[in-house]
């Protein structure tokens, strides 16, 4: 991989294990230079790491053997790096608070200057969540590129139904390529490589920690324009990332749930505090003014066009009553129904009875 002189700073800089973020921003005069000034900060380094450090980190940035072994163990493993001064770093990322200095990256890099929405949610999130996330997902898929972590639950539903539907993903890891976290989605994290891309600012040996998801979540809402929470306790790192997109002057979106709904609690609170209530995929595509006649042609399959032709036809059946007129079991129906609900089709009316919505 070739990179300008300005690139080859920032990623050695990146590379070094004894600077946090924080001293290699300041090293940077806060991106005003692209190489870093040891003499001019030499003070406050050497107050910082101590003297020892200090003289190791500078003498590590200039050493061509350390260089050769960071850049030749990125390029065994695949990795693109893209810097703040690359030319594929997005506008929207330099626009925010503590910008990452760098992004390692296995796919698709050109996927970072798209029009981008976040979607994300609890890990312990419910099956009903997940198959809504899945379809909101697959739907979005259409108009932007999804963006979420690689957690378990909503994360994991909404880059798979985009996946699944032949859309763009990103997903932003909250440690390196070499420890992937969590392990159980190591086979989606290979999916999002070779058909989306990932993203870390964490060098590839860097495991998961705690504080990392937190740091992580400032991307995923950086790089979006809109965020959607599909589900998330009061307390809940999916609502860290809504209110980061908040503050960034982005748009967030909620799914409703009902109350008493322990993972629907910080949902609702988003909705009460102005977060657009999302219980239908058309809301966003309404608040976005896309096309919103081709958006209402919606792609149904055979058994979605069955069981919502049965319901235009009978206005409202009980559960029971419309899988015995389809032939279908009802906890298959319940699945239908769920598709069809998120796609505006059919509303339910309560007390297992459904009926048409258009």
Same mark, same amino acid.
């Given at each position: 991989?070739? %990179?300008?002189?300005?690139?080859?700073?920032?990623? =050695?800089?990146?590379?070094?294990?004894?600077?946090?973020? *924080?001293?290699?921003?300041?090293?940077?005069?806060?991106?005003?230079?692209?190489?870093?000034?040891?003499?001019? /900060?030499?003070?406050?380094?050497?107050?910082?790491?101590?003297?020892?450090?200090?003289?190791?980190?500078?003498?590590?940035?200039?050493?061509?053997?350390?260089?050769?072994?960071?850049?030749?163990?990125?390029?065994?493993?695949?990795?693109?790096?893209? =810097?703040?001064?690359?030319?594929?770093?997005?506008?929207?990322?330099?626009?925010?608070?503590?910008?990452? +200095?760098?992004?390692?990256?296995?796919?698709?890099?050109?996927?970072?200057?798209? #029009?981008?929405?976040?979607?994300?949610?609890?890990?312990?999130?419910?099956?009903?969540?997940?198959?809504?996330?899945?379809?909101?997902?697959?739907?979005?898929?259409?108009?932007?590129?999804?963006?979420?972590?690689?957690?378990?639950?909503?994360?994991?539903?909404?880059?798979?139904?985009?996946?699944?539907?032949?859309?763009?993903?990103?997903? $932003?890891?909250?440690?390196?390529?070499?420890?992937? %976290?969590?392990?159980?989605?190591?086979?989606?994290?290979?999916?999002?490589?070779?058909?989306?891309?990932?993203?870390?600012?964490?060098?590839?040996?860097?495991?998961?920690?705690?504080?990392?998801?937190?740091?992580?979540?400032?991307?995923?809402?950086?790089?979006?324009?809109?965020?959607?929470?599909?589900?998330?306790?009061?307390?809940?790192?999916?609502?860290?990332?809504?209110?980061?997109?908040?503050? %960034?002057?982005?748009? $967030?979106?909620?799914?409703? /749930?009902?109350?008493?709904?322990?993972?629907?609690?910080?949902?609702?609170?988003?909705?009460?505090?102005?977060?657009?209530?999302?219980?239908?995929?058309?809301?966003?595509?309404?608040?976005?003014?896309?096309?919103?006649?081709?958006?209402? *042609?919606?792609?149904?399959?055979?058994?979605?066009?069955?069981? %919502? #032709?049965?319901?235009?036809?009978?206005?409202?059946? /009980?559960?029971?009553?419309?899988?015995?007129? $389809?032939?279908?079991?009802?906890? #298959?129906?319940?699945?239908?129904?769920?598709?069809?609900?998120?796609?505006? +089709?059919?509303?339910?009316?309560?007390?297992?009875?459904?009926?048409?919505?258009?």
């Amino acid at each position: 991989m070739m %990179y300008t002189e300005e690139e080859i700073n920032v990623i =050695t800089l990146s590379g070094i294990s004894e600077l946090s973020y *924080k001293t290699s921003k300041i090293l940077l005069d806060d991106f005003k230079a692209t190489s870093p000034d040891f003499e001019k /900060h030499g003070n406050y380094l050497i107050k910082t790491l101590s003297g020892g450090v200090y003289n190791k980190v500078k003498a590590k940035f200039y050493d061509p053997s350390f260089r050769a072994e960071m850049f030749g163990g990125l390029d065994v493993r695949g990795i693109e790096c893209v =810097t703040y001064f690359s030319k594929l770093y997005p506008d929207c990322l330099k626009n925010i608070p503590d910008p990452p +200095l760098l992004l390692y990256c296995k796919g698709d890099t050109r996927l970072l200057g798209s #029009e981008c929405f976040s979607i994300v949610g609890a890990r312990k999130s419910t099956p009903k969540m997940r198959d809504d996330c899945k379809n909101f997902s697959a739907r979005l898929s259409e108009k932007f590129t999804i963006v979420s972590g690689l957690a378990e639950g909503a994360d994991a539903a909404a880059l798979e139904g985009a996946l699944d539907a032949g859309g763009r993903v990103i997903s $932003v890891l909250a440690n390196g390529f070499d420890r992937i %976290y969590p392990p159980s989605n190591v086979n989606l994290y290979g999916r999002v490589a070779e058909h989306g891309l990932a993203v870390t600012e964490y060098r590839p040996e860097v495991p998961a920690r705690d504080y990392h998801f937190r740091v992580r979540n400032r991307i995923i809402a950086g790089l979006s324009r809109g965020t959607l929470v599909a589900s998330a306790a009061e307390r809940s790192g999916a609502l860290i990332t809504a209110n980061l997109a908040a503050d %960034y002057g982005r748009d $967030v979106f909620a799914f409703p /749930h009902s109350v008493g709904t322990g993972l629907g609690a910080g949902c609702n609170k988003l909705i009460k505090n102005g977060a657009n209530l999302a219980d239908n995929i058309l809301d966003i595509f309404r608040f976005y003014g896309l096309d919103l006649l081709e958006c209402e *042609k919606v792609a149904l399959t055979a058994d979605e066009d069955a069981v %919502y #032709e049965r319901l235009r036809l009978t206005g409202e059946a /009980h559960l029971t009553e419309l899988a015995q007129a $389809v032939d279908k079991q009802p906890r #298959e129906l319940v699945l239908i129904l769920s598709a069809l609900e998120i796609k505006g +089709l059919v509303k339910n009316a309560g007390g297992n009875r459904y009926c048409a919505a258009r």
